[in-house]
């Protein structure tokens, strides 16, 4: 395994960071997660803008440009011979001293690897999840923006903790308002008869690349779109159900707090918006090879 630390590629042993990076003294950075089918790596352009805009968002400045960084991402899936790949980018405040300043962390880190997909169980996708809604809330936009996909995921390792912890696949995160936000690691999705909705980003939702590619996806196939505010009410009465993100793509939910989400099964506008998002995974892409 090849792994990029600014501007060097080394061995998965040799590849370490200083225990005064501020990425680990503090969760102050940013990542994406990003995939490559079959020997292209699928809405590279979007994951890169969401980098840098995210990175502006807690005012670090990358010291590479976008088109760079597209460059060290395919440089490394084909340093790692991959075709099928999961890849983390990841920019760090870099190394500075014990207190929280990071005018004192002159030199961002940036590092890329990029290893093996962890699939999901076909089960989940053909028999679809269970989830819970969580005690635990979306950090509010206020505060710290769920827009910012930082490395200080604590949040939704908490989340994460409260749902494994109730014994099911994941759990639905409201807002301080009560309001649906989305998953653990996932944006969430209802379909109400021939509208489908997911939640807009101020209720404290993650702006989803998968997210905003089932939207599209689903103006094709002459649904009605909408980002609208849902509570749980409107989750538990939905027709289907179902979670997006670049790991999970289109996973289908069937309970929610016990309750069955429509016939209990993954539903049909779901299945074909699965198809539909396979489809664009095996042709789109920026080509490695
Ligand atoms: N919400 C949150 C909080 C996320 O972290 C998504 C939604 C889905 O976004 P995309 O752009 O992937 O459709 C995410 C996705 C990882 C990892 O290990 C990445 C995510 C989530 C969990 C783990 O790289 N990001």
New binding site residues.
Partial sequence: MKIYIDGRFVSRKEAKVSVFDHGFLYGDGVFE?IRAYGGRIFKLKEHIDRLYQSAKAILLTIPLSPKEMEGVTIETVRRNKLRDAYI?LIVSRGEGDLGLDPRKCPKPSIICIAGKIELHPEEVYKKGLSLVTLATIRNIPQALN?QI?SLNYLN?ILAKIEATTAGVNDGVMLNEKGYVA?CT???IFIIEGKELSTPPCYVG??K????DLVLELGENLGLKVKEKVFTRYDLYNASECFL????AQIAPVVKIDGRKIGKGVPGPITKELMKGFRDLTHREGVEVY
């Fill in positions: 997660g983390r769920p996909k939704n989305e690691g996932e944006n939702t993650l989803g690349i998968t997210r997006t993100g670049t790991a």
